[in-house]
């Protein structure tokens, strides 16, 4: 007999019970602070969550309201030109090396290179507070490996006696496409939207690494980060990653919304 699985809101909690317990483990043991001061790399959770409170969430929402407006552009921009070649590639077949090629260069080019010469030729945020150009470019960038490949396969998985019944009332490519492989893909399409996300956000993070801007997770990190300020660095690393986890779980729920026959619920008439 075959035991149930877990819940995957269980299994989510004990993971992050795990990660914050081991967190705290690494906290009073290895990495306590050298005799004779007070600074520890790794401050405990609880000093952490503690300062997050005393702060207030409205202390660091100026600053992430800035990161997330970047990762959005880049994340519509990066993912409408990852769907748009992808579509392309199955218009005009010859082209699809080339596509594959050009996506997977972008995934492996070094960021600090093409971030460096991003900075240089479409420069950082135009006024203070406004979005850094830069940040939004590295998002795109970041997004775009992962939407051609998942869009690609999900166009490839379409049933081929519906391509043929298409092609045989005299269908072109471009019906396939609207008609079979569109449908047959959006399930590929959604996960890799869904991967997109936290890519996006860590790609804005980065860009405004280079600089060009003044206010942002990543130079509110590099000055925390002059300061010493371990635990804030902390925090901000912290509400990073909860950023990330509800846009990914926001994701989630539109494509079980739009693709419920992916999990087994019944599609109502």
């Known amino acids: 007999m075959r035991g149930r699985s877990l819940p995957g809101w269980l299994a989510g909690v004990i993971g992050a019970i795990a990660l914050i317990a081991a967190w705290w483990l690494f906290s009073v ?3 306590q602070p050298p005799p004779g001061t007070t600074f ?12 997050i409170w005393q702060d207030g969430l409205a202390a660091y929402w100026s600053v992430f309201q800035v990161t997330i407006t970047e990762a959005l552009i880049g994340y519509a921009w990066g993912n409408g030109i990852a769907l748009l070649v992808a579509a392309t590639v199955l218009l005009v077949p010859r082209i699809e090396a080339v596509v ?3 996506a997977v260069v972008s995934y492996c080019l070094p960021v600090v290179a093409v971030g460096g010469i991003a900075i240089v030729v479409l420069g950082g945020a135009k006024r203070a507070g406004d979005p850094s150009a830069t ?7 970041a997004v775009f490996f992962t939407t051609v490949v998942g869009a690609l396969l999900g166009f490839r998985a379409a049933d081929r006696s519906s391509l043929d019944v298409v092609r045989v009332y005299g269908g072109s490519r471009f019906t396939q496409l609207r008609k079979v492989r569109l449908i047959a893909a959006t399930p590929a399409i959604l996960n890799a939207l869904q991967i997109a996300v936290p890519s996006a956000f860590l790609g804005a993070i980065l860009g405004e690494y280079m ?3 003044d206010r942002g997770v990543g130079i509110t990190l590099i000055r925390l980060q002059g300061d010493l300020d371990s635990a804030r660095v902390w925090a901000v690393f912290l509400l990073s990653a909860v950023v990330a986890l509800i846009g ?10 739009v693709t419920p026959w992916v999990s087994g619920k019944a599609v109502a008439a």
């Open 135 to 141: 940040a939004i470019f590295l998002a795109a960038l």
């Open 211 to 213: 600089g060009g801007t």
């Open 29 to 31: 043991t290895v990495f």
């Open 248 to 257: 990914y779980a926001l994701v989630g729920l539109v494509s079980r919304a």
């Open 40 to 51: 520890t790399p790794v401050p405990s959770p609880f000093v952490v969550f503690q300062t």
């Open 100 to 102: 594959v090629q050009i």
